[in-house]
T-cell receptor
Framework: GENVEQHPSTLSVQEGDSAVIKCTYSDSASNYFPWYKQELGKGPQLIIDIRSNVGEKKDQRIAVTLNKTAKHFSLHITETQPEDSAVYFCAASGGSSGDKLTFGTGTRLAVRP | GAGVSQSPSNKVTEKGKDVELRCDPISGHTALYWYRQSLGQGLEFLIYFQGNSAPDKSGLPSDRFSAERTGGSVSTLTIQRTQQEDSAVYLC????????????FGSGTRLTVV
């Protein structure tokens, strides 16, 4: 089945700086890569996703890049704000695991005011 | 409804007791998933329902765990003879069709086995 690794496990940045979270996946047949943000006491919320037919997608201050050859994908947050502080999860699906998402272990992002 | 609803939000139970966790998915979503999140950990897949197909139970950790989905809507996750290692947040998610439309998660049920 699919295996997703995520780094770093914790990340602290100054407000206004950029944050980058990286994930690798094992199943070359995976074709859908979403990112989720989880705030304390809440369920994960989808913030952006990318499919394997594109290399990059942007939505305001967040962007995701995908390198299918290397089986890497990354989340980029620019101009970070305190409200960006949360746990972020990457995930992958579409390969041998079918429609169910395999999640990374999460990155706890802290944005210092 | 507007989102995925889970109940109860918190459950404390004694070791050895059975518990039932409920999930109300978004109306019209045919896919429903259960995940488990242990303290500070990632999301562990448990079970997946898609329409009228047989559920994918490949993530259930033991035969003490079972789930059903009645009428293609509400789902119940049952844990029999609870153990302390079952303590976790149980998250339910639904999606419009297949998972690649993105999941909408509920807020979870925090289960504590004492």
């Amino acid at each position: 089945g699919e295996n997703v690794e995520q780094h770093p496990s914790t990340l602290s940045v100054q407000e206004g700086d950029s944050a980058v979270i990286k994930c690798t996946y094992s199943d070359s047949a995976s074709n859908y890569f979403p990112w989720y943000k989880q705030e304390l006491g809440k369920g994960p919320q989808l913030i952006i996703d990318i499919r394997s037919n594109v290399g990059e997608k942007k939505d305001q201050r967040i962007a995701v890049t995908l390198n299918k050859t290397a089986k890497h994908f990354s989340l980029h947050i620019t101009e970070t704000q305190p409200e960006d502080s949360a746990v972020y999860f990457c995930a992958a699906s579409g390969g041998s695991s079918g429609d169910k998402l395999t999640f990374g272990t999460g990155t706890r992002l802290a944005v210092r005011p | 409804g507007a989102g995925v609803s889970q109940s109860p939000s918190n459950k404390v139970t004694e070791k050895g007791k059975d518990v039932e966790l409920r999930c109300d998915p978004i109306s019209g979503h045919t896919a429903l998933y259960w995940y488990r999140q242990s303290l500070g950990q990632g999301l562990e897949f448990l079970i997946y329902f898609q329409g009228n197909s047989a559920p994918d139970k490949s993530g259930l950790p033991s035969d003490r765990f079972s789930a059903e989905r009645t009428g293609g809507s509400v789902s119940t996750l049952t844990i029999q003879r609870t153990q302390q290692e079952d303590s976790a947040v149980y998250l339910c998610a639904s999606s419009l069709d297949r998972g690649d439309y993105g999941y909408t998660f509920g807020s979870g049920t925090r289960l504590t086995v004492v």
